[in-house]
């Protein structure tokens, strides 16, 4: 997968910030061969481009029985494998927090110079996550957050309020004026702050448009659980005008549904941003008109943060010494018109 983050924009304490070659122009190993981002000079061979001091990353995320997280454990190698002066030890996340804390703790021992972690929970991870601090090893908390933001150094996250906002306003837009319209909601799992992030989004969104969700569902983010709450979404709405599905791995399960129920009345919009959903949304056969991304390339840039952690660096194009707290990256909506554009960063489901 292509992991240039000249693709994205990032926002920094709040801020907005055009991304192009942000991370690109000061982790490259190869400053002889910067990224395409349109930039040259200074900004294409700082000081961060030449390998350094030795990282040891301890990496962890959940196994990878889903598209988008077998994409973050992918993105993670495949970008650490780009630096001469990094070393990446995996650790197996286990099924579950309990076993994901028992594998950290392991790794603690080890004192890697940094830690990148996807949590199983990010509020069952926070006690882990602070002890590797109180030992001197920075974490970088990668998508699901702490409940304690003392427990990580660094937290890279995609911005899940935001896809709630993109997949509001590309329904509202086609909906607009019509106060009755039937909208549904296929929720992932309730529990977790992210996806009540993403419906809040959604609500506040479709609000402005005089619109409401109807009929709201929650998955697991799992193919299975997409189909059967789906099929069970169709029953209970005979009529249906648009379709907001968190996930699109859980999507292949809930486009299963919708063809085997042989309905077309209404469209639908995804979330993440995988290759088969770009794939139906390219070839117009099904109900997926767009998809709002949730960009699994975050493991990339999460391991290019470690390794300017672990250097002591910050971003070359940044006046602060220390990478920034907090990047939240933007959720943008894939359509017909710019699929295209996009399909190289798709994972597959």
């Given at each position: 997968m292509n992991t240039d983050?000249?693709?994205?924009?990032?926002?920094?304490?709040?801020?907005?910030?055009?991304?192009?070659?942000?991370?690109?122009?000061?982790?490259?190993?190869?400053?002889?061969?910067?990224?395409?981002?349109?930039?040259?000079?200074?900004?294409?061979?700082?000081?961060?481009?030449?390998?350094g001091a030795t990282v040891?990353?301890?990496?962890?995320?959940?196994?990878?029985?889903h598209g988008w997280i077998r994409a973050i454990t992918d993105n993670a190698k495949a970008q650490a494998a780009k630096y001469s002066d990094v070393k990446l030890t995996q650790v197996d996340a286990g099924k579950d927090a309990p076993a994901q804390i028992a594998a950290l703790e392991a790794l603690i021992a080890q004192k890697p110079?940094?830690?990148?972690?996807?949590?199983?929970?990010?509020?069952?991870?926070?006690?882990?996550?602070?002890?590797?601090?109180?030992?001197?090893?920075?974490?970088?908390?990668?998508?699901?957050?702490?409940?304690?933001?003392?427990?990580?150094?660094?937290?890279?996250?995609?911005d899940n309020y935001g896809m709630g906002v993109s997949a509001g306003h590309y329904i509202g837009k086609k909906l607009r004026g019509r106060s009755d319209a039937v909208?549904?909601?296929?929720?992932?799992?309730?529990?977790?702050?992210?996806?009540?992030?993403?419906?809040?989004?959604?609500?506040?969104?479709?609000?402005?448009?005089?619109?409401?969700?109807?009929?709201?569902?929650?998955?697991?983010?799992?193919?299975?659980?997409?189909?059967?709450?789906?099929?069970?979404?169709?029953?209970?709405?005979?009529?249906?005008?648009?379709?907001w599905?968190?996930?699109?791995?859980?999507?292949?399960?809930?486009?299963?549904a919708i063809k085997q129920a042989g309905r077309k009345e209404f469209f639908m919009v995804g979330g993440a941003g995988s290759l088969d959903a770009m794939n139906h949304i390219k070839a117009g056969d099904t109900p997926l008109e767009a998809t709002v991304t949730y960009p699994p390339t975050m493991a990339s840039s999460a391991i290019s943060l470690a390794r300017l952690i672990g250097q002591g660096k910050g971003l070359s194009d940044l006046v602060e010494l220390q990478v920034p707290k907090l990047i939240v990256l933007q959720s943008e909506t894939i359509t017909k018109e710019n699929v295209d554009k996009y399909i190289p960063l798709g994972f597959k489901s």
């Open positions: 983050l000249s693709r994205r924009r990032i926002l920094l304490g709040g801020a907005t910030i055009a991304g192009a070659g942000l991370l690109a122009a000061c982790t490259s190993n190869e400053p002889e061969k910067p990224a395409n981002t349109g930039q040259t000079g200074a900004a294409a061979t700082g000081a961060n481009a030449a390998p040891t990353i301890g990496f962890s995320a959940p196994a990878a029985d110079t940094v830690i990148v972690l996807l949590p199983q929970d990010g509020a069952q991870l926070t006690a882990t996550g602070r002890k590797a601090m109180e030992a001197g090893i920075p974490v970088v908390n990668l998508d699901r957050e702490f409940s304690d933001a003392a427990a990580s150094f660094t937290l890279i996250k995609g909208i549904a909601e296929i929720a992932g799992i309730d529990s977790l702050p992210l996806t009540q992030d993403r419906s809040r989004g959604f609500k506040d969104t479709l609000a402005t448009y005089g619109l409401r969700v109807t009929n709201r569902v929650a998955a697991q983010f799992t193919v299975q659980s997409g189909q059967d709450v789906t099929a069970n979404l169709l029953q209970a709405a005979p009529k249906i005008d648009a379709i599905n968190h996930d699109d791995d859980q999507g292949v399960g809930v486009l299963a």
